[in-house]
Nanobody, 115 residues
Framework: QVQLVESGGGLVQPGGSLRLSCTASGSGFSTYPMGWYRQAPGKQRELVAAITTAGNTNYADSVQGRFTISRDNAKHTLYLQMNSLKPEDTAVYYC?????????WGQGTQVTVSS
């Protein structure tokens, strides 16, 4: 069983930065891939960034070059550094993983980009 808890969301002006964190409980954090997703009002949930156990990353085209996903296995924590934020980045952000054939999601953290 994996429990995920996100933090770090908030209100930021366009062009600003935020860093999201996701702390995982349970064992084996270093052995499973992790991802950040987001869901804006009226839209489907979408993958923002993902990282493998080896540290390989991939990003949605809309955030490439602005967002960076990373993980600290010793701290059981996943990060998403978000720079040059735009109003269209406004959404609830979720961390997620798949382990043993089951999908696990955090409760989400709100990111609002507005002047």
């Amino acid at each position: 069983q994996v429990q995920l808890v996100e933090s770090g969301g908030g209100l930021v002006q366009p062009g600003g930065s935020l860093r999201l964190s996701c702390t995982a409980s349970g064992s084996g954090f270093s052995t499973y891939p992790m991802g950040w997703y987001r869901q804006a009002p009226g839209k489907q949930r979408e993958l923002v960034a993902a990282i493998t156990t080896a540290g390989n990353t991939n990003y949605a085209d809309s955030v490439q070059g602005r967002f960076t996903i990373s993980r600290d296995n010793a701290k059981h924590t996943l990060y998403l550094q978000m720079n040059s934020l735009k109003p269209e980045d406004t959404a609830v952000y979720y961390c997620a993983t798949t382990q043993g054939g089951n999908n696990y999601w955090g409760q989400g953290t709100q990111v609002t980009v507005s002047s």
